[in-house]
Nanobody, 117 residues
Framework: QVQFVESGGGLVQPGGSLRLSCAAS????????MTWFRQAHGKGLEWVSD????????YYADFVKGRFTISRDNVKNILYLQMNDLKSEDTAVYYC??????????WGQGTQVTVSS
């Protein structure tokens, strides 16, 4: 199975930008649709964005549409989330996971994004 390591999080002011990365350890990365989730402190997990295995389709939660862009590099085995116009409500731990048969079995450890002035 694939293993993931998220990176790129940090502290940013409202309106700022960050680019998150999710590095996969296995070549099979290119076989999977990929998903970004996030979880605010003490809150439930929420879906952020999906991308198909070949990047031909992308999907976004309404609260990030127009601000975030999901992409992937199947040669380098990296998933990205470009986050622009960040808001305080985007503060959360962001996780990546691969979709397999309609479920998400493999998760990274997450990267913290804090949006604050």
């Amino acid at each position: 199975q694939v293993q993931f390591v998220e990176s790129g999080g940090g502290l940013v002011q409202p309106g700022g930008s960050l680019r998150l990365s999710c590095a996969a350890s296995e070549f099979a990365f290119s076989s999977y649709a990929m998903t970004w989730f996030r979880q605010a402190h003490g809150k439930g997990l929420e879906w952020v964005s999906d991308i198909t295995s070949t990047s031909d389709r992308t999907y976004y939660a309404d609260f990030v549409k127009g601000r975030f862009t999901i992409s992937r590099d199947n040669v380098k085995n990296i998933l990205y989330l470009q986050m622009n116009d960040l808001k305080s409500e985007d503060t959360a731990v962001y996780y990546c996971a691969n979709e397999e048969s309609g479920s998400w079995e493999n998760w990274g450890q997450g990267t913290q994004v804090t949006v604050s002035s």
